[in-house]
T-cell receptor, first 114, second 111 residues
Framework: AAGVIQSPRHLIKEKRETATLKCYPI?????VYWYQQGPGQDPQFLIS???????DKGSIPDRFSAQQFSDYHSELNMSSLELGDSALYFC?????????????FGSGTQLSVL | DAKTTQPNSMESNEEEPVHLPCNHS???????IHWYRQLPSQGPEYVIH???SNVNNRMASLAIAEDRKSSTLILHRATLRDAAVYYC????????????FGKGTRLSVIA
């Protein structure tokens, strides 16, 4: 079965550079969630989209922005990167409104800021 | 936000049952109890969820206290591949709300 696809798997950037992470949800899933997991930390919710509209906002820095496109894939744009942005970024997808659906997570993008 | 409390870590022998507890004394009537796990270097993975009644699936069982203030995830026969961090999460049944991860339980399985 198709899973959530994230690209790239690994990304190395310098401080103050920009990065774009991509997420391709499971087919027919219309909701995408972004999470950040620092080393030794638990996943922290950043932002989510339903039907291309932002649905919830968590602890996403102002330097980050995200959007969901017409094909439901999503991109997380990160600017003015800081060392503290080094983390594993997960994307998850689900479908609505068929009850309380579970989230399916991708394998993540490991971002290293040097 | 409704909160959950889990032990930081637990240890189990391989092929023995494991009971992972979760306390959620402030749970509201519309909160579902979800369990996810995160294996090393992987994204979180859904395990099971329930509202009031005990639930079983191919991965685990979920036992929910009658007053819903606590629940227990049961792995019937732990394997080495079950070593992971297990998260107990409350999620409103409005759906589409994000999962908010707290501090989970790190399960170690000993061969």
């Amino acid at each position: 079965a198709a899973g959530v696809i994230q690209s790239p798997r690994h990304l190395i950037k310098e401080k103050r550079e920009t990065a774009t992470l991509k997420c391709y949800p499971i087919p027919r899933h219309d909701t995408v969630y972004w999470y950040q997991q620092g080393p030794g930390q638990d996943p922290q919710f950043l932002i989510s989209f339903y039907e291309k509209m932002q649905s919830d906002k968590g602890s996403i820095p102002d330097r980050f922005s995200a959007q969901q496109f017409s094909d439901y894939h999503s991109e997380l744009n990160m600017s003015s990167l800081e060392l503290g942005d080094s983390a594993l970024y997960f994307c998850a997808s689900s479908t609505w409104p068929w009850g309380l659906e579970k989230l399916f997570f991708g394998s993540g993008t490991q971002l290293s800021v040097l | 936000d409704a909160k959950t409390t889990q032990p930081n870590s637990m240890e189990s022998n391989e092929e023995e049952p494991v009971h992972l507890p979760c306390n959620h004394s402030t749970i509201s009537g519309t909160d579902y109890i979800h369990w996810y796990r995160q294996l090393p270097s992987q994204g979180p993975e859904y395990v099971i969820h329930g509202l009031t009644s005990n639930v079983n699936n191919r991965m685990a069982s979920l036992a929910i206290a009658e007053d819903r203030k606590s629940s227990t995830l049961i792995l019937h026969r732990a394997t080495l591949r079950d070593a992971a961090v297990y998260y107990c999460i409350l999620r409103d049944n409005a759906g589409n709300t994000p999962l908010v991860f707290g501090k989970g339980t790190r399960l170690s399985v000993i061969a």
